[in-house]
């Protein structure tokens, strides 16, 4: 791995720092107090070309790849998790139509997907699971010249701007079907907000789905191999929330250095006091090493490689050091660090968001040690 980014991978870094710096972090902190769905910044992601990065451009993307995909989201989530979190889940039915999806299904649901003409969720979790695949209790059954599926999902993120979802439902033989379900279909219908302690605003809500019905073009590769679609589509996932981590990390380390060079404690600045100093050095050791991580694995990926291991890995460390880092930020922050007025505490109840959804890190255990015995 070639550890210097190239000229166009610069440029974007710079561009989507620049875009998060102006647009994106002055509005943080009211999407994070009013939990609103920030639908007009989502838009602007996607004019900007940010939700196409990894896939080719006769599928509506820019061909970049997902290394330039990590280095543009760690930009928008060091400025707001969730507006970057809105990039990092439209990935994943992105994902899993560009992996399975037939030629035509590519060009008619993952390109308007990667143009951000359209937003794509995920609909996984029930109430009874969220970890496993086994418990899914939406049901899919065949009919006419398609699909209808009833059930109900739990934390579907998106959802009040989500014009496409990514369903998983236990076809007849039991086994999970993955359908791109059009959010306007008759029967798909939002309930109540989920209320979570971080990434408040990403429009985490609960859908019923009653009788909805699925053309049989929108059924995902073969039926019986949702499993697969799923292991796939949310190691970028995996990828994306490895990524919120690094970011969320970095811009609490970036706040905690500012306030400790300003701050005066026993006459001189709270910076030359070695236990801030250590706090800073472990802090940014941390970081850099799930930095590294996570560019090896969307490194991986450009390679052509499978990166269920990897992203596991990613994901299981990197949102390990994101509570751990912003938990010294606060630390570094002494009170003032606890009071709304200072973002620390917006980043520290997002970071632990990263160790819970898209995969809890007891499962990424799972995942890495089954590799490492088998
Ligand atoms: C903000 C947010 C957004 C989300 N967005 C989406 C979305 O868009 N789509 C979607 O489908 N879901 C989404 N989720 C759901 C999320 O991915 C799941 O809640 C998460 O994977 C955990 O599942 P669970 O809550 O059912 O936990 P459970 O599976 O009930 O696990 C709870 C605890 O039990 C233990 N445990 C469970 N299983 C095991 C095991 N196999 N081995 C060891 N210990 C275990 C662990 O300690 C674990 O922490 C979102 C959640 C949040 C909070």
Not at 56 to 73: D, H, N, V
Not at 127 to 132: H, L, R, V
Not at 151 to 160: C, E, R, S, T, Y
Not at 239 to 253: D, I, M, R, T
């Amino acid at each position: 791995m070639d550890f210097n980014l190239n000229e166009q991978q610069r440029m974007l870094q710079r561009a989507a720092k620049d875009f998060a710096v102006r647009s994106i972090k002055p509005r943080a902190a009211e999407i994070d107090a009013s939990g609103q769905f920030p639908f007009k910044l989502a838009k602007e992601i996607g004019k900007r070309g940010y939700q196409g990065l990894p896939y080719p451009t006769e599928y509506g993307g820019s061909g970049a790849g997902y290394l330039s995909y990590a280095l543009a989201l760690e930009q928008l989530c060091q400025a707001s998790m969730t507006v970057g979190a809105i990039m990092a889940i439209n990935t994943v039915p992105e994902e899993a139509l560009f992996r399975f999806g037939n030629e035509e299904q590519k060009k008619r649901l993952l390109s308007p997907l990667a143009r951000g003409e359209k937003l794509g969720g995920i609909a996984f979790t029930e109430a009874e699971t969220g970890s496993d695949p086994k418990a899914i209790t939406t049901a899919s059954k065949k009919s006419g010249d398609g699909y209808i599926i009833n059930g109900q999902k739990q934390f579907v993120a998106l959802a009040p701007a989500a014009n496409l979802a990514l369903v998983f439902a236990r076809g007849e033989g039991k086994r999970l079907n993955a359908f791109i379900v059009d959010t306007s279909s008759q029967g798909y219908n939002l309930r109540e907000p989920c209320q979570t302690m971080g990434l408040k605003g990403l429009g985490t809500s609960v859908v019923y789905l009653d009788d909805v019905r699925v053309p049989k073009e929108n059924l995902l590769g073969e039926e019986g191999q949702g499993f697969d679609i799923l292991r796939e589509a949310i190691s970028l996932g995996r990828l994306g929330a490895a990524v919120e981590g690094v970011a969320v990390a970095q811009a609490a380390l970036d706040v905690a250095i500012d306030y400790a060079k300003q701050r005066k404690a026993m006459g001189r600045a709270m910076a030359k006091l070695p236990t801030i100093q250590w706090h800073l050095a472990e802090m940014v050791s941390r970081v850099e090493a799930a930095r590294l991580l996570v560019y090896r694995t969307a490194f991986a990926r450009d390679q052509g490689q499978d990166i269920k291991y990897e992203s596991s890995l990613a994901k299981l460390f990197a949102s390990r050091i994101a509570v751990e880092v912003t938990g010294m930020a606060m630390q570094v922050g002494g009170s003032y660090g606890t009071m709304t007025t200072m973002p620390l505490e917006r980043l520290y109840r997002d970071a632990k968001m990263t160790e819970i959804y898209v995969g809890i890190s007891e499962i990424q255990r799972n995942i890495i040690a089954e590799r490492l015995i088998e």
